[in-house]
């Protein structure tokens, strides 16, 4: 076996990049499969006898950084959030071009965080959870870390995502591409139509292509770093 030690620095970073994936891989298989999900409680049930927040059709799936579903973004605009690791269960229930039903509350204009999600055709619900209630534990962060790789987008922004304080913490794209960044991290104002561009660590898989940016700009020809100097 190669001593990672006696490699140049540039290779060492690969060959840690590679393990991280390889064991991703093997823990993801030694999962025991997901059960049925378990029935509503009785809070769960309240919360669906309460008028829901949002109801409208799908546009698309939004993931995060790491690949995993946590939101949904309506035909109106509105960013619906949910925990990411309930993205099973939500790439279960929700689809673009679906029409659905939200439970929670509005968190600022035009984002809201959602209790429940109901797929008015089939009637199939997710319920914001804690992680491992259904019996699959979440990967361990130094884990989900072997997926990232380095990405760059660049158009213009849509959509403004914000946290729960309305506090804007990343953008998506007009060709798709979501870009996340610590809160109000960017000095200028962000406004839908202006021209975005971004480097930083995430995935691409079929839902599309989310990172965390590590330098933006108005295009990657102009990029400045976020955090400063990076080692």
Partial sequence: MTDLNQLPSSRRACAVLVLLGSLVAQSASALPPAGPPSPPSSLETAVLSQAPVVEGRVTRLLINPYGEVDGLLMSDRVVVKLPPHLSDALVAVAAPGQSVRVFGFTEAPGSVKADAVVNLGSGQIVFDRPPGIDG????????????????QVEGRVDVVLTGPRGE??????????????APDGLRSPLQRGTPFAATGLGTTNTYGTALEAISVGASL?????????LR
């Fill in 221 to 229: 020809g102009s990029l400045q770093q976020i955090y400063g100097r």
């Fill in 168 to 181: 804007a913490n990343g953008v998506i794209l007009d060709n798709g591409s979501i870009v996340r960044f």
């Fill in 136 to 151: 699959v534990a979440p990967l361990p962060p130094h884990l989900r870390t072997g997926q990232l790789r380095q990405l």
